[in-house]
């Protein structure tokens, strides 16, 4: 899927029960209705890369084969919780793929649970195009920046993954705001009402 270092191959096919302490009944049948396979697939580590990271002490990168062509968030999230490492998901359906990753930290109270800060997400491409990579130098800190760099929508440079998530926050929010206020404008009848709701858009529009 990415290219990496024959060290970092781990293809173990992991039960969809595994999960099943994290999962209500619903999402139980959802893992089996919709998921063919999941294998883990590679690890980036100190024992498999020779490089080390203190944020982001490894990297671990799975293949999901799917029974139907639809985005998964919610089971990716159950997995993400339940997992403390950070992880690469490579999403599959015949010929083409998606990928997710979450940036996340552990639960202050609950050893065994991770709390998601921030998921970047791609569309759903053909298997040919895929573009991404994972780059296997400096520290697995920069490793996983570098790697959700490649998702972003906000057009700044930023310094750690931390600031990274928090750029992209305010990004989206942003959006969101702008959305709205569109809808609100098409929608309002009253002409002084719209010039105040332009004159909000244009302030947002230059803040993002």
């Not at 999402?27 to 944020?55: C, M, P, Y």
């Not at 490579?90 to 800060?117: M, R």
């Not at 206020?181 to 803040?207: R, S, W």
């Amino acid at each position: 899927m990415f290219h990496l270092p024959k060290s970092t191959e781990v293809n173990k096919v992991i039960p969809k029960n595994a999960f099943d302490n994290y999962t209500n009944t619903k999402q139980k049948k959802l893992f089996s209705d919709k998921i063919q396979r999941v294998t883990w697939a590679n690890k980036i580590a100190f024992d498999t890369v020779n490089l080390e990271g203190i944020d982001v002490s490894e990297i671990q990168i799975f293949k999901i084969e799917l029974k139907e062509k639809i985005f998964i968030k919610d089971l990716l999230s159950i997995i993400e919780k339940s997992i403390p490492y950070n992880l690469i998901f490579w999403i599959e359906f015949g010929n083409e793929f998606y990928i997710s990753t979450s940036v996340k930290h552990l639960h202050p109270q609950k050893e065994d649970v991770a709390v998601i800060d921030y998921t970047f997400t791609s569309e759903w491409k053909s298997v040919e195009d895929n573009k991404y990579q994972i780059e296997s130098k400096k520290n697995i800190d920069w490793i996983f920046k570098n790697f959700c760099d490649q998702f972003k929508t906000v057009n700044v440079e930023t310094k750690s993954i931390t600031e990274l998530v928090e750029k992209q926050k305010s990004n989206d929010s942003l959006l969101k705001e702008i959305v709205k206020i569109k809808v609100e404008i098409a929608k309002c009848k009253q002409f002084n009402k719209k010039v105040e709701l332009n004159i909000k858009l244009k302030e947002l529009e230059k803040t993002l």
